[in-house]
Structure formats: C-alpha cells, structure tokens
C-alpha cells in the first residue's frame, strides 16, 4: 500500500515493517482513513482487534485486498494475503444512507469531502446514459441493504460496492446493525491473485 486511497478506507491491512513495535507486525487491522495531519506525515490510523488504533506509516501495511480492472468486468477486488474461511476482509461505514426506490439524499452527498464525492462517481452507474453517470443512478447501481430484511434501507459503501458477483462466491456481505458498518468476510480459503466475490442475491 504505497498510497493511500480514500476508497480503501474499512479495508482490513496487515502491519509489517514496525521497528519501534516489531511485536505487532503481522498482526491485522482496519484501516480507518486519514486525518489532515496524517496525510500530511504519510501515515495513517489502522484500528487493531483489541480496539486500539495506531498511526502508523503507510508503507508499513499492507492491504488485504487490490482495487483492479479486470477484463470484461470492469473493477474488482483482488486478493494480495492468503485468507482464511471466515476472515474479515472490510469494515466500513457508509457513505450515503437512504431507503430503496428514493432519491439519494443530496445533503448527506454535500457534507462529504470532495475526494469521498469523487470516490463515489468513480462507482458503476448500469443506468448512465449519454449524458454521463448521475448519484441516483450510482446509487440505485450500488447501494447495498441494510438492517431487517424487507425494511428498504440501504448502504452506499465505497469499497463492499466494488466486489463483483458470482454464483459460488468466496465471500458474504453481513450488515453489523451494533456497529452501523456492513462488512465483507469471506465463505472458504482464499488465495492471492484471487478475485473476492459475492452473491448480491444473496
């Protein structure tokens, strides 16, 4: 992870590197994003299971997973660390908050930085036309459910939207309601240069 991106946000990494405290490198965490002072330093916040957070350089972790393009299916996440059944792969917040068959909340979408904005049009739109993407179309492409079922809420997440589908997946989307975070985890052994795939029929 030579740069960070705001789209790789909730994304699980691995420390490695550390001098300082050699005894966490190896151990895994989710990214928590940057703050100004951060990104002015190369770091960035990695929050470990015990609940601790660190700052840590961005050189000294790496990602779970890659943002590539694939052929014939636009981007995807492609594995970079074996993983095992079970593991977590991203914890993320929400971007935008809505309800299905209603337009996005255009002020949710304006308080959000302009890079999470621009994030956000880097997503599919299936319904662009001419004229180019739009946020209803992004969203409507994207939005993920959240909390009981059948309630028509929904999730736009930066990074759980670029997972690609498949029919025999190996991996699930889970909406943690506690935590008001979806996350992906995946359903078997994982290797790296795999695709992480979901079903979105669930």
């Not at 949710?108 to 993407?133: N, T, V």
Request: charged share 25%; net charge negative; hydrophobic share 40%.
């Amino acid at each position: 992870m030579a740069a960070f991106s705001p789209a790789l946000e909730g994304c699980v990494v691995e420390l490695r590197g550390l001098s300082s405290r050699a005894e966490l490198n190896g151990q895994r965490g989710v990214c928590i994003g940057q703050t100004e002072d951060q990104r002015a330093r190369g770091r960035l916040g990695v929050r470990l299971d015990d609940g601790n957070e660190l700052s840590v350089a961005v050189s000294s972790v790496m990602s779970m997973l890659a943002l590539e393009e694939l052929p014939g299916r636009g981007f995807g996440a492609v594995a970079r660390l074996p993983m095992r059944s079970g593991s977590l792969v991203v914890r993320e917040r929400p971007v935008l908050l809505g309800h299905l068959g209603q337009a996005p909340d255009k002020g949710q979408y304006s308080a959000l930085s302009a890079e999470k904005q621009q994030a956000i049009f880097e997503l599919c739109d299936a319904y662009s036309e001419a004229e180019g993407k739009t946020l209803e179309g992004i969203v409507a492409t994207n939005a993920l459910p959240r909390g009981p079922e059948g309630a028509g809420e929904t999730a736009l997440c930066l990074l759980a939207s670029r997972f690609n589908h498949s029919c025999a997946p190996n991996a699930e989307y889970l909406w943690v309601e506690e935590l008001h975070v979806e996350e992906v985890r995946t359903v078997r052994d994982v290797s790296p240069g795999e695709e992480l795939c979901v079903n979105y029929f669930g």
